[in-house]
């Protein structure tokens, strides 16, 4: 459930909130109790902590990630996409636009070359196909966060117009959309 636990790593404090509770409130520290015991009575708080309503949220994703095998689907969906990008790396006629693959299960991203500005153009041609991507950073690149629970169809669907923007960037084409449906364009 956690990056950490794809290394050989036993951290001291691991800290999580956000998805933790689909959306709700809460966040949590995981320590060793002689490492909890240090901390003084109270001083552990703040607007994340001890709402009932959160709490009951984090309990349900947690029942939900058991009983529909939510790490199971990321791991098939998360190897899908990135053999998807690694083979667009791998291909000659795409590869030589990117730079770098990089992330664990649904979490990826995918660095262009810099100085061209071919994430924004992959972004506007996903947009013509009506999927939106992220693109991130001061570097070029398009970051991949798809729901935990995607499908194996809509990742395929996914990973093809994906591969398909990326196949159309790398040959030149220019997006139709400019400035109005993602980042602003040459």
Known sequence: MFAVEHWDVRPDIMIMAKGIANGFPLSGIVSSKEIM?????????????????SCA????VAKAFQDERILENVNA?????????????????????????????????ME???????????QAKCMERDMLVLTTSIYDTI????????????????????????????????????GMKGQALE
């Open 112 to 122: 262009c070359v810099s100085g061209h500005r071919y994430a924004s153009r992959i």
């Open 77 to 109: 969906r998360g190897a899908e996409l990135r053999a998807m990008l690694d083979a667009a790396k791998a291909d000659p006629k795409t590869g030589g636009i990117i730079y770098d693959v990089r992330g664990l299960g649904l979490m990826l991203a």
């Open 57 to 60: 949220a984090g309990i349900a």
């Open 37 to 53: 015991d240090t901390q003084p009575p109270g001083s552990m708080g703040g607007t994340y902590a001890g709402n009932a309503v």
């Open 143 to 178: 970051r991949f966060i798809p729901p935990l629970n995607i499908s194996k169809e809509d990742m395929e669907k996914g990973c093809r117009i994906i591969r398909e923007a990326i196949a159309e960037v790398a040959g030149g084409e220019k997006p139709v959309e400019t």
